[in-house]
Nanobody, 125 residues
Framework: QVQLVESGGGLVQARGSLRLSCAASGRTFSMYGMGWFRQAPGKEREFVAT????????AYADSVKGRFTISRDNAKNTVYLQMNSLKPEDTAVYYCAKAIRTFRSGIFEHEYGDWGQGTQVTVSS
């Protein structure tokens, strides 16, 4: 089973930036789409961003479009989420996830089978 370890979360002021990283174990990372999701207190987990296996194709939730950028480095088995112009409503635990099927990615939780433990992002006003 793949292990996904997120890092880079923390406390930041509104309009600040953070870069999340997600390091994956295993040798097949480059064959799978990856996604970022988040869960705010009292809310359901929601889609944030996804990137396909090669890094060519990405998609974002409307709430983060233009502010967040997902990228990946297959040589390092790592996916990133660059978060700029952060808002208090971005406060949540952020999770990275690996798609269930090779060469596929998507915006729904059921399309992902391996999840990290999450990293807390807190944006103060």
């Amino acid at each position: 089973q793949v292990q996904l370890v997120e890092s880079g979360g923390g406390l930041v002021q509104a309009r600040g930036s953070l870069r999340l990283s997600c390091a994956a174990s295993g040798r097949t990372f480059s064959m799978y789409g990856m996604g970022w999701f988040r869960q705010a207190p009292g809310k359901e987990r929601e889609f944030v961003a996804t990137i396909n296996w090669s890094g060519v194709s990405t998609a974002y939730a409307d709430s983060v479009k233009g502010r967040f950028t997902i990228s990946r480095d297959n040589a390092k088995n790592t996916v990133y989420l660059q978060m700029n112009s952060l808002k208090p409503e971005d406060t949540a635990v952020y999770y990275c996830a690996k798609a269930i099927r090779t060469f596929r990615s998507g915006i729904f939780e059921h399309e992902y089978g391996d999840w990290g433990q999450g990293t807390q992002v807190t944006v103060s006003s």
